[in-house]
């Protein structure tokens, strides 16, 4: 606290400064303070005038920073009380999980964010790496479970998923949902799946579309394996595909009988407009009386082709609509019956689907199983209608009231089979066990795609990294709900591993390949003066 005014600070400083010999002894005793007092004020008030003048930060601006940086010191604190401590191999498990659930470097970064604080959280480029690191890591740990997953992957689901226009391969185990193949490749020709096949020597039937690239792919494969005495791979054309087909054949009728009918209606009103005169009454009537025949023609045509669609679709269903398992001579000949029918250019697709040896490939496969199972035929025929009764009682959840036989036919046929048979239980789980395994559509793919495409709608590029890292993860994870709660796809194939964690078994190879990122990073750094010197 001042004990003179500041006045007198500035007269003491001009006393000194600019008086004569004598004057700071009279001007002390005038203000009634010692001399070295003026000496003391003087120095201060030229400290004071040259720091103002010199051309740096003025008092004001001192104080503005003083002010804000006191702000950002009480943000940080405050960001500090409310985050959380996360040690780098903490931050390193998440970025990992995270980008492998499909969120973005810039999602994966806001997360951080709210984790740890803006200030704490590593900076992008240390995220990329991380992610990169993953990626290498994964592909890394893949090897071994792949050479693991040849031996046990016996039916597989193949099918081709594009992105930016470059092809994916993929293959999936329908009963556990290993994803077995994720390859990013050039192109999908036949020569492209062969190298993707050739190491998957265990597959014994596999399900895909009518791809050129990949029905020469498995084809060459199966050459192959005759040519060598290997095991046989049968093929099955995909059923999903086929049926997706003739239900937009339908709806491209449905359409027209829609867009004719309206033509239709528009006649008749014009026709009404003009019915009392002579000279345009005619005209409009033959034209309307016109465009109702083409109306129900066309009407007509989709009423018989949905019938016929509706027997070949019978046909390539696992039972019959009376509940007998179907077989090749009965759904050949409803393929027939529909296919002089469905004439139409709009069907020629299907139908060369449906004239495809191997559309009913499943039906030999499933009948074959059945017949390994429970080799006498009659009995065999017993389990499998008490399967499919089974699957016709009332649900628990089914309102009003059960009339008919339906919630005891299967009671019936239970005593049926046991008179058959004593041990019949045991032989229809077996039966169970095919008719539950049964494959017909690559549908297993199309889980994929949908994981997929949520990956690539929030990154710019899927490389190979990130597809072996979302494989990897998705063959660890457990499933939360499903036939298949509580255990991850690695688990139902049948593998024992160690542990099934997702970050258990990247971490390791996560730490090796950061470390080389660092080792190599650290060699280019010290070669770029030397090239310099030279």
């Not at 995270?98 to 480029?125: K, Y």
């Not at 299907?350 to 017949?371: I, K, M, N, P």
């Not at 019936?412 to 095919?434: G, H, M, P, R």
């Amino acid at each position: 606290m001042f004990k003179l005014p500041v006045a007198n600070w500035i007269a003491n400083a001009a006393a000194r400064f600019t008086g004569t010999h004598g004057v700071v002894t009279q001007h002390a005793e005038s203000v009634d303070c010692s001399r070295q007092t003026v000496y003391e004020h003087a120095a201060k008030v030229q400290a004071a005038v040259e720091a103002e003048h010199s051309g740096g930060p003025t008092r004001a601006q001192l104080l503005q920073t003083i002010e804000e940086l006191r702000q950002e010191n009480a943000q940080l604190w405050d960001t500090l009380n409310h985050s959380v401590e996360v040690p780098p191999a903490k931050q390193q498990e998440f970025t990992a999980t995270a980008t492998a659930m499909g969120l973005s470097l810039n999602q994966v970064l806001v997360l951080l964010g709210v984790i740890l604080g803006p200030h704490a959280r590593p900076c992008r480029s240390t995220v990329h790496r991380w992610v990169k690191a993953a990626g290498i890591a994964a592909g890394r740990v893949l090897k071994p479970l792949d050479a693991l997953c040849q031996t046990v992957v016996l039916v597989g689901c193949l099918d081709e998923i594009f992105f930016h226009g470059r092809p994916v391969l993929v293959g999936v185990e329908p009963a556990s949902m290993v994803w077995f193949l994720g390859q990013k490749a050039d192109n999908c020709k036949g020569t492209t799946w062969v190298n993707a096949l050739r190491p998957w020597t265990a597959l014994s039937y596999v399900v895909a579309d009518a791809g050129s690239g990949l029905q020469a792919g498995i084809a060459a494969v199966q050459r192959e394996r005759l040519k060598d005495g290997g095991k046989t791979l049968d093929h099955g054309l995909d059923v999903f595909h086929t049926v997706q087909e003739g239900k937009r054949v339908l709806r491209v009728l449905w359409n027209r009988v829609e867009q004719t009918w309206e033509q239709a209606e528009a006649a008749s009103r014009k026709f009404e407009k003009v019915r009392g005169q002579k000279d345009k009454a005619p005209s409009a009537a033959q034209t309307a009386r016109h465009a109702w025949r083409k109306a129900e023609s066309e009407f007509r045509r989709y009423e018989r082709d949905e019938a016929a669609w509706k027997i070949a679709h019978a046909a390539l269903e696992v039972f019959r609509p009376d509940g007998t398992l179907n077989h090749r001579v009965w759904a050949q000949e409803q393929i027939a019956l529909a296919l002089g029918v469905l004439t139409g250019l709009e069907w020629s697709k299907v139908r060369g689907f449906l004239q495809s040896e191997t559309a009913l490939t499943f039906l030999d496969r499933l009948h074959g199983q059945l017949e390994a199972a429970v080799p006498e035929s009659e009995l065999r025929g017993e389990l499998v209608r008490l399967w499919w009764l089974r699957r016709q009682r009332p649900r628990s959840g089914q309102t009003g009231a059960v009339s008919g036989a339906g919630h005891v036919a299967h009671l019936v046929q239970q005593v049926v089979c046991q008179k058959w048979d004593a041990n019949w239980v045991e032989l229809y789980l077996a039966v169970s066990q095919v008719l539950r395994g049964r494959v017909r559509a690559s549908s297993a793919v199309e889980c994929m795609n949908s994981v997929l495409r949520m990956h690539q709608s929030r990154h710019r590029t899927l490389n190979q990294g990130l597809l072996d890292l979302k494989r990897l993860y998705w063959n660890s994870r457990e499933f939360r709900g499903g036939k298949r709660r509580g255990r991850c796809p690695y688990a139902h194939l049948g593998l024992t591993l160690p542990t099934y964690d997702f970050w258990s078994l990247l971490r390791g190879e996560m730490r090796v390949a950061l470390a080389e990122e660092k080792a190599q990073a650290k060699a280019q750094s010290e070669s770029r003066p030397r090239a310099k010197a030279a």
